[in-house]
C-alpha cells in the first residue's frame, strides 16, 4: 500500500555539476509523467557550480526533491542514498546528463506494472544503439560486457547489464545490502536481488550535451573489484 504523502514512482537522479541539465530533465519527465503519481529525488554532492540551488528553485513548481551531501561520494552510493529515502514502489535510476531518454520513463514503468521486477533500458538490444562514441570507446564497453557476463553468473542473459539507466519494483531489494562500489549499481542488483521477470527495452545513447563526464581510472578500478565481489553469487 502507498502512503498518503508517498508517489508510485521515484525517479532517482545523482548530480554533480548538471546545473546546466537540471531544468530540461525535470521538464521532459513532467511531459511523459503527468498520467503517473511520481517524484523526482535528486541526490547531489555539494557541485559547486550550483546545481543544488536549480533544483531547490524546480521544486517550487514541480514534484522534486534535493539530497545534499557533504561531498562528492560516489554515483553508486548517491542512488543508493536516494533508493533508501523512499518507500515508492517503483523506482526509476538515470542519469542527469540527457543521455538517458526521459520518454521511456513511462515505458518502464508501464512494464513494471504488468508484471516485471526489472527493467533495463538497453543500448544493446533490437532498436538500442550508442550515437557519437569512438571506436575505441565502443571496444571498452563491449569488454566491459563481456566481463560481466564472465564473472557475473545471474547478468549472462542480459544484453547490458552495465546500463545506468533502468527501473525497478522496490521488494526485490529486501534483504539486500548493496555496497555501492563505483557507477555500476545495476550490475550489483542483478547479481543480489530478488528478481524473477526482467526485460530490456531499447535506448538510443546520445553524447551528453553539456558538462562532463564522470568516468575515470578511478571508476574503472571500482569496477575491476565490483566483479570480483559478485563473482560468489549465483
Known amino acids: 500500500m502507498i502512503g498518503a504523502n508517498e508517489s508510485l514512482v521515484s525517479i532517482v537522479i545523482p548530480t554533480y555539476n548538471e546545473k546546466e541539465n537540471v531544468v530540461p530533465i525535470i521538464h521532459n519527465l513532467h511531459s511523459v509523467m503527468q498520467k503517473i503519481n511520481y517524484r523526482i529525488i535528486f541526490v547531489d554532492d555539494s557541485s559547486p557550480d550550483g546545481t543544488a540551488a536549480v533544483i531547490r528553485m524546480m521544486a517550487n513548481s514541480y514534484p522534486v526533491e534535493l539530497i545534499m551531501r557533504p561531498r562528492k561520494m560516489g554515483l553508486g552510493s548517491a542512488v543508493i542514498t536516494g533508493v533508501n529515502s523512499t518507500s515508492s514502489p517503483f523506482i526509476v535510476v538515470m542519469d ?4 538517458h531518454d526521459p520518454n521511456l520513463v513511462s515505458i518502464m514503468v508501464e512494464k513494471l506494472t504488468a508484471g516485471f521486477d526489472l527493467v533495463i533500458a538497453s543500448r544493446k538490444v533490437q532498436g538500442g544503439r550508442v550515437v557519437g562514441w569512438s571506436p575505441e570507446r565502443k571496444i571498452i564497453s563491449d569488454f566491459a ?3 560481466a557476463h564472465l564473472f557475473v553468473p545471474r547478468a549472462k542473459n542480459i544484453k547490458d547489464p552495465l ?24 550490475l550489483e542488483i542483478l547479481a543480489k536481488a530478488h528478481y524473477k521477470r526482467v526485460c530490456e527495452v531499447p535506448l538510443v545513447f546520445r553524447e551528453r550535451r553539456t558538462g562532463k563526464s564522470k568516468l575515470n581510472l578511478n571508476e574503472y578500478l571500482l569496477f575491476i573489484l565490483l566483479l570480483i565481489s559478485l563473482a560468489k553469487y549465483k
Open 163 to 186: 546500463s545506468g539507466f533502468f527501473a525497478f519494483k522496490r521488494d526485490i531489494l529486501r534483504g539486500v545490502s548493496l555496497e555501492s562500489r563505483g557507477f555500476k549499481l545495476l
Open 96 to 99: 542527469a546528463d540527457l543521455q
Open 145 to 147: 560486457t563481456y566481463l
